[in-house]
């Protein structure tokens, strides 16, 4: 592998000790990118000819990138040695701008701490009413649509259910329509992501007009927290923001615009993905549903157990952060590889999580890998959906807890029938199903159904179009 040249923040360029990193046929590289691969085949390729540790040029006279999927290598990349390992200008910067998602270096360690406790026990608790109560708006709707035997769009209909979820913890409002209506140039600007120009200002004035209207949103929502202007839920995340902004200097209205986007983009994009994958995955193993169904009565530890189990398989296999990029500030060692400062790597727990040395039989679905003790692999880089180290995501535990919470609500009562499924995958932020899914839902056990949200709506003042 060629010496790449060393990028001005390395801080060592001394040649490091070890062999060096296999690399991948430029002419084969170059001969599949003609052929239509994107770069999940590449790195697939990478993996398969090259093993845990190998290179390939991304376009013809471009230094070498390191793919790393072997799970010594991952976590002496990400948990062992992050401050060898970096993160750089991260793709969705146009949107989110210096959020913790994008920053690096003191301002990220800085922002990292103030966040940090607001998902971990007791932050994590003022959120769990919050997310039950989206959750059960969405049971009223879906109630609705079941009755009317409306068409609807999964996808669609779970990222509602997850902007809802987060915007009441941001703001202790419940989302209203109109507010709603501006936050889909989110997902707008996720999707387009991966196709903007290399150049910043090319990239930023291809999705000016969704940006600002995120930014108006962002605008309204900080100066009402700074108006004092707690939900009936009380206050949120955003007001945490706004307090920190009387004692540091650094949060601006603007830092904590970015960190209320930050929040906006990774607290629902993701979890609406996997929901959406795990519906897809359950109409192809409707025995799944079932076998999760029948482990424990409503409410049961059993239950939830084989609830989380579902959501772990589907991030097994469709993980929210399905690559890593990262940056060799310094040289190093790894796996026994030279690597020298500057290099460019890769880490994919997408590939990791399908590597059949780890998983048997790792494309199929199966929630048992995470349900019975010992099926699980007993490395720890060998799940990371969210990936490890100081850098993981922050969200971890909401994200789940609010995918179970919805999951424990909906799975005994309705059963999507969907009118046609995506045929690709997109892969982009995130790997999501690259097209809609309409589906009609099927009401189970109605009567059942129907006693529980009466019940939900005269103690809430709920309906089926929200609070």
Not at 261 to 277: I, N, P, Q, R
């Amino acid at each position: 592998m060629a010496l790449p040249a060393p990028h001005p923040g390395a801080r060592d360029t001394s040649a490091p000790a070890g062999r060096p990193v296999p690399e991948l046929d430029p002419e084969l590289v170059a001969r599949r990118q003609a052929e239509g691969a994107g770069l999940v085949d590449l790195l697939a390729l990478v993996r398969e000819r090259l093993g845990g540790v190998g290179a390939f040029r991304p376009a013809p006279g471009a230094a070498p990138t390191v793919l790393v999927t072997d799970p010594d290598a991952v976590r002496h990349v990400l948990a062992r040695h992050p401050d060898r390992y970096v993160k750089r200008s991260h793709r969705a910067r146009v949107l989110v701008g210096d959020g913790v998602l994008s920053a690096s270096g003191d301002a990220w360690q800085r922002q990292r701490r103030l966040l940090q406790a607001q998902f971990t026990g007791r932050g994590m608790r003022r959120y769990e009413e919050r997310i039950a109560a989206a959750a059960r708006v969405t049971a009223v709707r879906w109630e609705a649509y079941a009755r009317a035997g409306d068409v609807v769009d999964l996808g669609e209909e779970t990222r509602r259910f997850a902007l809802d979820t987060i915007w009441r913890s941001l703001t202790g409002h419940p989302l209203d329509p109109a507010t709603e209506a501006e936050l889909a140039a989110v997902a707008t600007v996720v999707a387009a992501l991966p196709s903007l120009p290399e150049d910043r200002f090319a990239a930023q004035a291809a999705v000016a007009a969704d940006v600002a209207r995120v930014d108006a949103v962002a605008e309204r929502a900080v100066r009402a927290a700074r108006d004092g202007g707690a939900g009936p839920d009380g206050p949120g995340l955003l007001h945490v923001l706004v307090e920190a902004s009387e004692s540091r200097p650094e949060y601006t209205d603007r830092l904590i615009r970015d960190e209320l986007v930050t929040l906006l983009v990774a607290g629902h994009e993701t979890t609406a993905t996997t929901l959406t994958w795990l519906y897809l995955l359950l109409d192809r193993h409707p025995e799944a549903r079932d076998q999760a169904l029948a482990a424990g009565p409503d409410g049961s530890p059993e239950r939830r157990q084989a609830v989380q189990a579902l959501v772990h398989e589907t991030l097994r296999l469709y993980p929210s952060a399905w690559i890593l990029p990262r940056h060799a500030a310094e040289a190093d060692t790894l796996a026994g590889h030279a690597l020298p400062a500057g290099t460019d790597l890769v880490v994919s727990p997408y590939l990791v999580h399908r590597d059949p040395g780890l998983w048997p039989d790792p494309e199929r679905f199966d929630p048992g890998r995470f349900a019975t003790p010992g099926r699980r692999p007993a490395h720890p880089a060998a799940y990371l959906p969210f990936g490890m180290g100081p850098r993981a995501c922050l969200g971890l535990q909401f994200a789940l807890r609010e995918s179970v919470a919805l999951l424990e609500l909906l799975l005994p009562r309705f059963v999507p029938r969907f009118r046609s499924v995506p045929e690709r995958t997109a892969y982009g932020l995130t790997v999501r199903p690259d097209g809609p899914t309409p589906a009609v839902l099927t009401g189970v056990g109605q009567r059942s159904t129907e006693e529980k949200l009466s019940t939900w709506i005269q103690v809430t003042g709920l309906d089926a179009c929200g609070p």
